[in-house]
Each structure stands twice: as C-alpha cells, then as structure tokens.
T-cell receptor, first 114, second 111 residues
Framework: DGGITQSPKYLFRKEGQNVTLSCEQN?????MYWYRQDPGQGLRLIYYSQIVNDFQKGDIAEGYSVSREKKESFPLTVTSAQKNPTAFYLC?????????????FGDGTRLSIL | GENVEQHPSTLSVQEGDSAVIKCTYS??????FPWYKQELGKGPQLIID?????GEKKDQRIAVTLNKTAKHFSLHITETQPEDSAVYFC??????????FGTGTSLTVIP
C-alpha cells in the first residue's frame, strides 16, 4: 500500500544530543513537510521541501535541520539547540506544487527528553 | 500570512445528534479547504475537502460548507457515532502547497 512511514514511533533524547526522525513516502509526491504538534496549538510548520535538494524554513525552524537527497525521504534532525523538543512530530507529503491536493500524513513520532 | 481560527476547541454530543465545527480564515487568496480527523496516536486523515468554486460538499454523514464572502467554512457531521470521537482540524490553502491549520476540535460522542 502507498503511504508515509515515520520511524521510530517513540524516541528519547538526552541533553546535548541530536536525534534524527525518519520519514519515507512511496506516493511519488514531490512536496514533503514536517510539523510539530503540541496540545492546544494545532500543527506548526517546521520545514518543507517542494523538490529534491531544496527546502525552506517554516514558522518554527530554529533548532531543527532537514535534508532532501531523495524524493522519497525527508529526515528531520532535532538538534541540541532546540531547548524544548518534547512534542509529537508529523511528516506529510502532497502531490506537487500548484495543484490543490490534500496533504497525506504519517502516524507521527513522539519525542521525549530523558 | 494566512490565519485560521477554529471553534469550538472541545465539543460533546449525544450519539445520533449532529456536530458542527466552524473555521474562519483571513487570506482571500485561500481557495482550498481540507478537513482532517486525527485519532489518538495517529496522524491526521483527510475526511473531506472543498474548493472555492463550490459552496457545499457532502459525503454520506459528513458535509462541508464554504462562505467565501465571510471567509468561513464549517464541518457538519450528522447522526454521530462513538467512532466519530477524535480531534478534527480544518485547514486553508492559498496554493503553492502552503497549508495553514486551525488549532483543532476535540469531539466526544457520548453513547
């Protein structure tokens, strides 16, 4: 089945440690996104990518980094500079730029601090 | 940029009753409005969407209405069932793969 796979489902970070969240899609979508979800705040955009080897900052990019070396993959690194990383992280994709189609979401990664 | 407001934040209804969730948006360029349902521990799933050239769309027990003049759109769920209990998000898109989300409505359907 086509879809978006996020891993791991749960992740723990120690102080000063960088961690990487995986997102893979087999929908042949051009655009991919990372959102952070906190209770009562909806979805906030961290980074998005419209095409391979290109990405843009969203509203809350500080303390995060991404790469888009392959169309199928858009990993998110939560760096030690992100002082409050505890949240539910959602990856999404959509078909291509300029076409009004919905985003498809993975089932998320819950990140906690040890 | 676009600002999407969603109300109410929580909603409880008796099984069989209707539920209505309302959203407003600020950017008149927004022309695509999807609605998502998120169950606990899962990612949001698209349940219905509407484009700006349509005023209403229905899919079985779910309907969405759009008033472009007033910049608001609403989700209507009729004959609610316990499995409808979830968090619902509205979103607005002005195109270019840009999406702006409301803060979510936690719906509880009481058997």
């Amino acid at each position: 089945d086509g879809g978006i796979t996020q891993s791991p489902k749960y992740l723990f970070r120690k102080e000063g440690q960088n961690v990487t969240l995986s997102c893979e899609q087999n929908l042949n979508h051009d655009a991919m996104y990372w959102y952070r979800q906190d209770p009562g705040q909806g979805l906030r955009l961290i980074y998005y990518s419209q095409i391979v080897n290109d990405f843009q900052k969203g509203d809350i990019a500080e303390g995060y980094s991404v790469s888009r070396e392959k169309k199928e993959s858009f990993p998110l690194t939560v760096t030690s500079a992100q002082k409050n990383p505890t949240a539910f992280y959602l990856c999404a994709s959509s078909i291509k730029q300029g076409v009004d189609q919905p985003q498809h979401f993975g089932d998320g990664t819950r990140l906690s601090i040890l | 940029g676009e600002n999407v407001e969603q109300h109410p934040s929580t909603l409880s209804v008796q099984e069989g009753d209707s539920a209505v969730i309302k959203c407003t948006y600020s950017d008149s360029a927004s022309n695509y409005f999807p609605w998502y349902k998120q169950e606990l521990g899962k990612g949001p799933q698209l349940i219905i969407d509407i484009r700006s050239n349509v005023g209403e769309k229905k899919d079985q027990r779910i309907a969405v209405t759009l008033n472009k003049t007033a910049k608001h759109f609403s989700l209507h769920i009729t004959e609610t069932q316990p499995e409808d209990s979830a968090v619902y998000f509205c979103a607005a898109s002005p195109g270019g793969n840009q999406f702006y989300f409301g803060t979510g409505t936690s719906l509880t359907v009481i058997p």
